[in-house]
C-alpha cells in the first residue's frame, strides 16, 4: 500500500497561535488560562515539553485526562495495534474490546452487584445519560445536585453544574435544585456534616415535589477547588435521596481511577454503593471515552427506546482504557498516588507555614489544592493574586490550573506516575512563585 507524504505541520509559536485566533470558533477559544499561549509539542509519562524545547512537570494531567503518564508505552502500543487493524466499529455490531473493557470495568465495583456498562465519548455525555437513565427509571423529574459542582457543559450537564461560570446565560433544564456543598473550609455552616445533610431534607421538602429522580455528587468537587466530601455526607446524602425515591449518582469523572489513593473509587471512602456511576477523562488516558456503570435492573428501564453514541464504545479508545486499568495494577499506581500524593500534601502544608496567603491545603491521593486567602481569618479570596502566582508557576516549570467559584484555588492532579523525586522541586517551584510573584 502506498504511503501519503506525512502533513506538514507548522509549530512555529506564531502559526500556531494565529491559527487558532483565525480558525477557533469563540467557544472554543475561551478557555485560556495563561495570559500568552502555552504550547505543548510532546510529553513523556509527567513531563510535558513546549515548542521551544522547554520541560515542564504536569501537575494537571491535562485536566485529569492522563492518568497513567503521557504516552505511556502500554497505551501507546494497544490504540496503534487496534488502529492498524479495525478503526471504528459501531456498536450495530459486536467487537470484543468493548466488551472486555466492560467487564474489567465491572470487576473493579463493589461486589454483590449485577453492574452493567454503557460507554459514552466523554463525561459529559455520561452525566447526560445518568440523568436520563434517573429520570426514566424512577419516573420522578426532580434533582439534587451540590453547589460549586462541575458536570459538564451540554445542557442537561451544564443544568446540574453549580457555578455561573460554567453555566450561560439562557433557560436552564428544569427540575434541579442545588444545595450547599459541605465544603469543611468555607462552608456556609462551617465545618461538620449534619447541617449540610440537613439541607438535603429541606430541599426535598421545600423545593421539590417530594419524589426525587435522584441526585448526583462529586466525591471529591474537582473544578470547584478539590472539595472531599466529609466522611458520613455521601451515606447521608445517598439515605435521603434513596428514601424520597431516587438514585444516587456518583461523578468519578475527576476523583476516579485509583486517583484518590487509598480506593479505586473515591465513593468507596465512604463506604457507600452507589446506584449509577459517571467516569470518564482518566478512562482512556486522553484517548475520548466516557462511560455509565450502573446497576442491571436499573439500565433495563433503556431497552425499550433507542440511544445512540456514534462512537460510544469504539475499540480503538477501549484498547486505551484497557491499557490504562492494565498499567494501574502492574505498576501499582493507586499505591503511588497514595504515598506521593501525601508527600505532596505534606509539602504544600510546609508552604502554608511560609506564605500566610494560603488559607487551606486539602485533598486526597493525588489530587490535591491550595486555596489562596486575602486574610486568614476572613477567609477574603485572593483571586487576583492567585492569578499572579499562577503565572509564575509557568516560568517556574510546573503546570497547575486555577479553580474554585473564585478562581483562588490551585489545583494539583498530576499523572498517576509523578514519583517521590519529583516532589522537592514541585514544592520548591511553587515557594518560588509565591516570593517572586507577592514580593
Same mark, same amino acid.
Given at each position: 500500500m502506498d504511503t501519503a507524504e506525512p502533513l506538514a505541520t507548522d509549530w512555529s509559536t506564531e502559526?500556531? +497561535?494565529? &491559527?487558532?485566533?483565525?480558525?477557533?470558533?469563540?467557544?472554543?477559544?475561551?478557555?485560556? !488560562?495563561?495570559?500568552s499561549p502555552l504550547i505543548f509539542q510532546r510529553g513523556e509519562m509527567q513531563y510535558l515539553w513546549d515548542e521551544t524545547g522547554r520541560r515542564y512537570t504536569d501537575l494537571l494531567g491535562m485536566n485529569l485526562c492522563i492518568s497513567v503518564g503521557h504516552a505511556? !508505552?502500554?497505551?501507546?502500543a494497544a490504540v496503534?495495534?487496534?488502529?492498524?487493524q479495525l478503526t471504528h466499529c459501531t456498536t450495530m455490531f459486536y467487537h470484543p474490546v468493548p466488551a472486555h473493557l466492560a467487564e474489567e470495568l465491572v470487576a473493579t465495583m463493589p461486589a454483590g452487584h449485577d453492574w452493567v456498562v454503557h460507554f459514552t465519548n466523554s463525561g459529559t455525555e455520561a452525566v447526560d445519560l445518568a440523568l436520563l437513565m434517573a429520570r426514566e427509571f424512577t $419516573?420522578?423529574?426532580? /434533582?439534587?445536585?451540590? &453547589?460549586?459542582?462541575?458536570?459538564?457543559?451540554?445542557?442537561?450537564?451544564? #443544568?446540574?453544574?453549580?457555578i455561573a461560570g460554567f453555566r450561560h446565560d439562557v433557560p436552564q433544564l428544569g427540575?434541579?435544585?442545588?444545595? !450547599?456543598? =459541605?465544603? %469543611?473550609?468555607? @462552608?456556609?455552616?462551617g465545618p461538620g456534616v449534619q447541617p449540610y445533610l440537613d439541607e438535603i431534607d429541606r430541599a426535598i421538602q421545600t423545593a421539590t415535589s417530594g419524589r426525587l429522580a435522584g441526585m448526583i455528587i462529586e466525591t471529591v468537587? $474537582?473544578?470547584? $477547588? *478539590? +472539595? !472531599? /466530601? =466529609? =466522611?458520613?455526607?455521601?451515606? @447521608?446524602?445517598?439515605?435521603? +435521596?434513596? #428514601?424520597?425515591?431516587?438514585? #444516587? *449518582?456518583?461523578?468519578?469523572? %475527576?476523583s476516579g481511577f485509583a486517583r484518590t489513593g487509598d480506593h479505586f473509587w473515591a465513593f468507596e471512602a465512604d463506604g457507600v454503593v452507589p446506584d449509577i456511576v459517571v467516569m470518564a477523562k482518566g478512562i482512556g488516558n486522553g484517548i475520548p471515552l466516557g462511560a455509565v456503570v450502573t446497576k442491571r435492573h436499573i439500565a433495563e428501564c433503556m431497552a425499550d427506546k433507542f440511544l445512540f453514541h456514534t462512537y460510544g464504545a469504539n475499540p480503538v479508545a477501549c484498547a486505551a482504557g484497557r491499557a490504562v486499568l492494565q498499567a494501574i495494577r502492574e505498576e501499582k499506581l493507586q499505591d503511588n498516588a497514595r504515598t506521593v500524593g501525601a508527600a505532596l500534601?505534606?509539602?504544600? #502544608?510546609?508552604?502554608? %507555614?511560609?506564605?500566610? *496567603? *494560603? $488559607?487551606?491545603?486539602?485533598?486526597?491521593?493525588?489530587m490535591t489544592a491550595?486555596?489562596? +486567602?486575602?486574610?486568614?481569618?476572613?477567609?477574603? =479570596?485572593?483571586?487576583?493574586?492567585?492569578?499572579?502566582?499562577?503565572?509564575?508557576? &509557568?516560568? %517556574?516549570?510546573?503546570?497547575?490550573?486555577?479553580?474554585g467559584p473564585h478562581r483562588s484555588v490551585l489545583r494539583m492532579v498530576p499523572p498517576l506516575c509523578l514519583s517521590m523525586s519529583d516532589i522537592g522541586p514541585v514544592i520548591d517551584a511553587l515557594d518560588a512563585s509565591f516570593r517572586n510573584a507577592l514580593n
Open positions: 502559526g500556531v +497561535v494565529n &491559527r487558532r485566533e483565525r480558525y477557533y470558533a469563540a467557544s472554543q477559544r475561551k478557555f485560556v !488560562p495563561y495570559q505511556h !508505552p502500554k497505551v501507546v496503534q495495534a487496534q488502529a492498524a $419516573g420522578a423529574i426532580d /434533582m439534587l445536585s451540590l &453547589r460549586t459542582s462541575y458536570h459538564g457543559a451540554t445542557f442537561g450537564a451544564q #443544568a446540574l453544574t453549580g427540575g434541579v435544585t442545588f444545595v !450547599p456543598e =459541605p465544603n %469543611q473550609y468555607r @462552608g456556609v455552616f468537587q $474537582g473544578y470547584g $477547588g *478539590i +472539595v !472531599p /466530601m =466529609p =466522611p458520613g455526607y455521601l451515606a @447521608g446524602a445517598f439515605e435521603r +435521596v434513596r #428514601a424520597a425515591g431516587g438514585l #444516587a *449518582i456518583s461523578d468519578e469523572v %475527576q500534601k505534606e509539602g504544600l #502544608a510546609e508552604l502554608q %507555614q511560609r506564605h500566610a *496567603i *494560603i $488559607g487551606d491545603v486539602r485533598g486526597v491521593g493525588l491550595i486555596e489562596l +486567602v486575602k486574610d486568614r481569618s476572613t477567609k477574603e =479570596p485572593a483571586t487576583a493574586e492567585t492569578a499572579a502566582i499562577f503565572e509564575e508557576t &509557568r516560568r %517556574q516549570g510546573v503546570v497547575v490550573s486555577k479553580s
